[in-house]
């Protein structure tokens, strides 16, 4: 099949490159406004208890989690907020905030008369206020609302008071902003340093741009899929950042694989087109099923209940996709016009050492001659590293994802030091079907109960506000928004921070609590024990999806049951080294000043599964380029020792330099100066290099050493599907035995020296 194909290219290989910039502009035209189209949603699960109690809130009251807070401030000396003057400017203040567009519902501690809205020395009071709509309509209001209710005292018309905003929605805004900013450095940052290290890596300027303009191709085709994607479905703007992080880094590591098989190939006296038509039939089958397997991994996003999540394998297999078919077409196509021009403008000319020589023939070598002793370093060594993620804690992103001098968080640091509650973040108990009037006695009775619980602050309901298990505020005015005809509500402002171990526990004492109707309990830390559920019920189904598919994918491309078990054993041991690193550093905050973050006890729950399926497949990436020659001098050869050492010499150093440009480019992701986004970057930057040098230069060639021919074992009944249904192409390929000479293995037919 790639034969067929590579063929085809030779043939016309104009035609395909004049098709390629065809559809590089097409795609540019279409996708290239695929922003406008995406959502800045997609983190509710609509099947969990928490959406269903916030939509019944939101559909039946007119109400839910305030996403506007404004920090009212007096900055006289001996003044409070209960001055007469000050009073006066607070309740207009939110008479004025909830007649701007958008604006549903505006209270604050003046209109409600709430002790907690109240700062503990009496000089701040808050002002919460909602906004109607989906979170798109939310996050494109308050770019103009904010700004205009960020006061200071000369402009409130009232010289001894400042008002500053923070919220939800702003915090949303101002963490896309700087997200937006920090993406914009970090391409700035990882494109000319990718170059420059392209050009070390081939020695030849032509030769290094050609990665580059794969990469490109591959971004915008994948911005355009997007765009389709998103007309029939709700796709993630974040998913724009793996697009581009992704589209680079795989553009690059195929291509080089790509352009190193052809420029081999021409060193061994083939003529253009038929180095062109071999370097398909071998890197290029490679590339396709890397890629493959990277597709696979990310596939596994799509069975978890946030849009956010699915977003991101509708984005990472896009890229994947463009990014493997420009590798596998357009580049052999563009070799072939080019020729040995690919080696033009050489900056310095590397001669390649013969087989048997290289530094990575050499490592291999001497871990096959000690492999037990190597093997249980390594894992010693990763088991070291994964220790910390025993201890792993997850919680939903705040104001604190953000630098401590961003004006929000600053804001939400003020709230969180002198007021006693978190009144913008209370749980919120929902019953349908239920007279509040008739069972007045009933909510009362159950509100009561409520305010005792561990951490609550205060219980706000039909029957009035309880605290303690007392009434400190009769039925009245303000709670008449607890009432309706056949439905009721209540209100459960927790004392302790909603994201947090204590605010989850107090979501489960409501919960526990027996009620005398049927209830819903929703609100923010609500949501993060939905989410917490949801998504640690899919992992394990992720895991046994990325499981069965890479080793069905693997053996049909080897023919062997114990590849593909060592490579998955490999992988997971990789990958909880990383985390386990990722938990010292940002969950408990070894390395906070350093990287300028705040550490709060607690990962981001969909940063390590996205990061898990990103890091597995491109594990997999580096593991079938090095397997692919291995099994290639296997075949040639039969020689279980040499065909390691000789297919990680050929592959090392490719292996090598695709993972330094890779963690280039997440590297360069790691400057952002949003958590989240820099635990990213590290933590696939970790991934990416811990997997091309302790794994491949270390436990595979010591497990295949030990394995020997037991490597490409498989039973018969399976021996006979691969036969029929397996990856084959066959390739009259030259081996490097004569080359490497007898010497090569010599000591390694001995028993293994431990």
Partial sequence: MFGRLAAFLVRRRRRVLLGAVVAFLVAGALGGNVASRLSQGGFDDPGSESWKADHVLEKTFDQGDPQVVLLVETTKKGTTVDDPAIADYG????????AERGVVQSQSYWTLGAPPLKSADGTKALVL????????????????????????PAETGAAAVSVRVSGFAEIFHEVGHQIEKDLARAEMIAFPITLVLLVLVFGSVVAASLP?????????????????IAGLTEVSIFALNLVTAMGLGLAIDYSLFIVSRFREELRHGHAVDDAV???????GRTVAFSALTVAVSLA?????PLAFLRSFAYAGISVVVMAAAGAVIVLPALLAALGTRVDKWVVFRRHPKEVGEGFWHRVAMVVMRRPIPVATAAILLLAVLGGPFLHIRF??????VMPASAPARQVMDEIRASFPSQEAYPNTVVATGVDPTARAGDVAGYATRLSQLPNAARVDSAAGSFIDGKLVLPPGSLHERFVSRDATWLSVVPAVEPMSKDGEALVKAIRATPAPFAVKVGGSAAMLVDEKASLFGMIPWAMLIIALSTFV???LMFGSVLVPVKALVLNVLSLSATFGAMVWIFQEGHLSRALDFTAIGALDTTTPILMFCIAFGLSMDYEVFLLSRIKEEWDASGDNVRSVAVGLEHTGRIVTAAAALLAVVFLAFATSRITFIKLFGIGLTMAVVMDAT???ATLVPAFMRLAGRANWWAPGPLRRVYERWGIHEHVDLETSAAVAGEGTTEGLHEPVSV
């Avoid at 596994?300 to 978890?304: G, M, R, S, V």
């Fill in 129 to 152: 206020a909602r906004l109607s709509g989906s979170q798109d309509d939310v996050a494109e209001r308050i770019k103009t609302l904010a700004p205009a209710f960020d006061l200071a």
């Fill in 694 to 696: 302790v794994i491949r």
């Fill in 277 to 283: 038509i071999r370097t398909v039939q071998t890197a």
């Fill in 300 to 304: 596994a996003l799509l069975i978890f």
């Fill in 553 to 555: 994918l693997l053996f």
């Fill in 395 to 400: 919680t939903l992103p705040d104001d604190r």
């Fill in 212 to 228: 580059l303009v794969i990469g490109l191709l591959a971004i915008v085709a994948a911005f355009l899929s997007l765009s389709v």
């Fill in 91 to 98: 309740r207009q203040l939110t008479e004025r905030l909830g």
